[in-house]
């Protein structure tokens, strides 16, 4: 909430992020699969918005961890997204390697995550992205 407090989203000034509203950063249950407000989030606009309120607002001085994961993901999206055959993902892209380091991340993730209790995500769900990602490749991308 400190960023669309930053934001002003009644005010007429510029905005970094317009299009970012409460709903996105705490979206009700009928929202949270909504793809659009997932990139409307993970956007490069909002970690840019972050990190220049953070000079700012107090609640922002330690959004670095946020601001590094919605890069990450943001860059995940990116690199998933080729529209083009030129742009295809190939064993040697620089993309499929952002790819492969996302799955390391991930699997490193759920391990802290598992050996420290915290339940953020389930083993279904991780089975899930886990193959999600790999589909078509095997496991040592």
Not at 8 to 27: A, Q, Y
Not at 32 to 38: C, E, F, I, L, S
Not at 106 to 112: A, I, S, Y
Request: net charge neutral; glycine share 4%.
């Amino acid at each position: 909430m400190p960023l669309i407090t930053s934001e002003n989203p009644f005010g007429f000034n510029l905005k970094i992020c317009p299009s970012l509203s409460n709903d996105e950063i705490h979206p009700k249950p009928y929202q949270k699969m909504n793809v659009g407000r997932a990139y409307c989030f993970f956007s490069e606009k909002t970690a840019i918005a972050m990190k220049i309120y953070r000079e700012f607002n107090i609640d922002l001085i330690v959004c670095g961890p946020s601001v590094i994961i919605i890069c990450r993901i943001n860059s995940l999206i990116q690199d998933m997204g080729s529209l083009i055959p030129s742009n295809s993902l190939t064993n040697a892209s620089p993309e499929y390697k952002i790819i492969k380091d996302f799955i390391d991340y991930l699997d490193e993730w759920h391990d802290n995550a598992k050996k420290n209790n915290y339940n953020f995500l389930t083993d279904d769900t991780y089975v899930f992205w886990s193959k999600s990602f790999t589909k078509g490749h095997s496991r040592n991308i």
